[in-house]
């Protein structure tokens, strides 16, 4: 019995010492004192060997607990202690091979003032435009068209649609209301906030080239990120798609956007034609977004100007919750105040909660309807103005290729330096290379294929392939990261990854098993696979088989959710069919009542005249 005791009580000395991340140096009398402090009765030993297991995986959790109970929800990369980093989702050991892109802050540029956007054209300009123009016929697609550069603005079109989140702190208000009205309040405020910030004069982005990329983050004043990233996914429809997260504000999005632009004559419009979908995760909705069109007039007649014209929507198909919003453009003899002038309401079903009514770069007001209450939705102040979140870029030296900032920089300095014969020049090289890349495509009949998004062959809509719609958890998740256009989840231990379009989940261990669930992951009726490449094949262990059950709940829950909003949006497209279908049949009565009508009147106007 001695010699059991003695082994006892070094194997909790040994187990103490594992416990703690530093190594722990005992003299004699240090152990005595241990050993002494540590008598165990019989009950102890039973306990102590049924509640403790040897295994890395037993003491990540055991020794996770009371760390994850002093876990804030604003760490950062660098604000975690060591013995916290020991996993991550992706399962590559320890904390110090976490290795993760590097950024820089970028410098705020012009944010552009409120009123009318017009621009003087030079001399020499207006004639370039004038022979451009008239090669162009009314109704046109300008998809095709290679426009002047002294009409581009010195940035890609992927890095201008980031312009929308430089206040994504307003979504993660938006995800901790209780109130489903406010939430759609807090949504549209958001969303409102994306558009004032403008360039000097009518300037447009370059047109991305096939495969080009873009990435950047946003840094919250929680410590938290936002991160963005966004691929050139067509060139013919021109195809942009995106991706935006921060887990730990609570929020997701996603989207594809087909730009189309046509000639009207003494006019040009820019449509973005798409739908952006905005996932609060802790809440289970999927708010679905739409977008302006760009106006720009008097090429020929009047001054050159640019509005924003045209009706979106935002809606939440879950609660029930809409938004109409016009942004209405400047009559033909309209007053300065009648520039950039936005109207719209909030609904639940048909009913209106409060209207919407200001400019779309100045002051927009709230009234509620029930109570009369106006309050400022959105206001874009030199106060508002600097709690934009401070943007960060990967520097130029470490982008690949086909970075924007990389693939554009000679163009963008030759414009900057206003030296359009050089922009001209490494703008065409640009022009060509793709030209020439689609042409060995072509020949060999090989196809191009994106590489971070992926499309769904039925309903042709383009996913991230490594988002993750997870809810945040405070006691697990540590932070997001990125890592060659890879965004991950640092955690305190590996857990189910759940991914949208083509979903896969993760687990802690590496074998290897698919379930087969059918879903509604994105559109009506399509059926896809969940797959998991590392859930854990039964092995007669309790243990395991409750995490495989827990884990295959989890991705359970999430597919009924993503069912809930994919049946609503089939029960709103079963009632708008049936409401066209009665109007239709009331037409078709109506015109048969008529025409009984005016046969009997002939019928008796014949009648009297025999």
Not at 69 to 83: N, V
Not at 125 to 152: A, C, E, H, Y
Not at 516 to 524: A, C, H, S
Request: proline share 4%; net charge negative.
């Amino acid at each position: 019995m001695d010699a059991l005791e003695l082994s006892v009580k070094c194997s909790s000395i040994l187990i103490t010492t594992m416990s703690e991340d530093k190594s722990i140096n005992l003299d004699e009398s240090d152990i005595e004192n241990t050993v002494t402090g540590l008598v165990w009765n019989e009950s102890d030993v039973e306990r102590h060997f049924k509640d403790q297991d040897l295994d890395e995986a037993s003491h990540s959790e055991v020794d996770g607990i009371n760390d994850a109970e002093s876990l804030s929800t604003t760490a950062g990369p660098g604000d975690i202690p060591s013995e916290t980093e020991s996993e991550k989702d992706e399962g590559e050991g320890s904390a110090d091979e976490v290795v993760e892109t590097v950024y820089m802050e970028q410098e705020e540029g012009f944010l552009g003032v409120a009123g009318e956007q017009t621009e003087e054209l030079a001399d020499e300009n207006k004639s370039f435009i004038w022979f451009l123009l008239k090669q162009l016929r009314p109704g046109m697609d300008l998809s095709k068209v290679v426009l002047p550069t002294f009409i581009l603005e010195p940035r890609s079109f992927l890095d201008k649609l980031s312009d929308y989140y430089y206040h994504a702190d307003i979504i993660g208000r938006a995800a901790t209301e209780n109130d489903p009205f406010t939430r759609m309040k807090t949504v549209v405020q958001w969303y409102l906030s994306g558009f004032y910030k403008k360039p000097k004069g009518l300037k447009k982005p370059y047109n991305p080239i096939l495969g080009e990329t873009f990435r950047c983050y946003w840094k919250h004043t929680n410590g938290s990120r936002t991160y963005y990233i966004a691929e050139q996914v067509s060139h013919h429809p021109p195809i942009s798609a995106l991706y935006v997260t921060n887990r730990q504000e609570g929020f997701t999005m996603s989207t594809a956007i087909c730009t189309k632009s046509k000639y009207h004559g003494n006019s040009l419009s820019a449509l973005l034609d798409g739908e952006a979908r905005l996932t609060l995760l802790n809440r289970g909705e999927d708010y679905f977004i739409t977008m302006p069109y760009a106006y720009c007039k008097g090429i020929f007649l009047g001054a050159l100007s640019m509005e924003l014209g045209g009706d979106v929507t935002l809606r939440c198909d879950k609660t029930g919750y809409s938004a109409e919003l016009t942004f209405k453009l400047t009559p033909l003899f309209g007053k300065a105040d009648q520039t950039n002038c936005i109207s719209g309401k909030i609904k639940l079903g048909k009913e209106t909660l409060a209207t919407v009514e200001g400019h779309w770069d100045s002051v927009i007001n709230l009234v509620d309807k029930k109570t009369g209450e106006s309050q400022v939705l959105w206001h874009p102040t030199p106060e508002a103005r600097k709690k934009r979140l401070k943007r960060f870029v990967v520097p130029i030296e470490n982008q690949e290729e086909y970075e924007s900032d990389r693939l554009w920089q000679h163009v963008a300095a030759a414009i900057k330096s206003e030296d359009q014969v050089k922009a001209t020049e490494e703008k065409t090289k640009l022009e060509d290379v793709q030209r020439n890349e689609a042409k060995k495509r072509k020949e060999s009949g090989s196809t191009w294929s994106a590489k971070f998004f992926e499309q769904d062959p039925e309903t042709e809509q383009w996913f991230y392939k490594h988002s993750d719609v997870r809810p945040w958890d405070p006691r697990n998740d540590l932070y997001q990261y990125e890592k060659e256009f890879v965004i991950c989840t640092r955690t305190k231990h590996r857990t189910p990854v759940v991914r949208s379009g083509s979903s896969s989940v993760v687990d802690r261990t590496g074998s290897t098993r698919q379930l087969k669930i059918p879903v509604q992951n994105e559109g009506l009726g399509h059926e896809s696979i969940i797959t998991s490449s590392k859930i854990p094949v039964m092995n007669g262990n309790l243990k395991e088989q409750l995490d495989v059950l827990r884990d295959d709940l989890m991705r359970m829950e999430g597919t009924i959710k993503s069912n809930e909003s994919t049946l609503k949006q089939l029960v709103r497209t079963l009632d708008t069919k049936r409401e066209r279908h009665s109007s239709r049949s009331e037409l078709l009565l109506l015109i048969l009542v008529v025409g009984i009508a005016q046969a009997f009147m002939m019928w008796s106007l014949l009648s009297k005249l025999q």
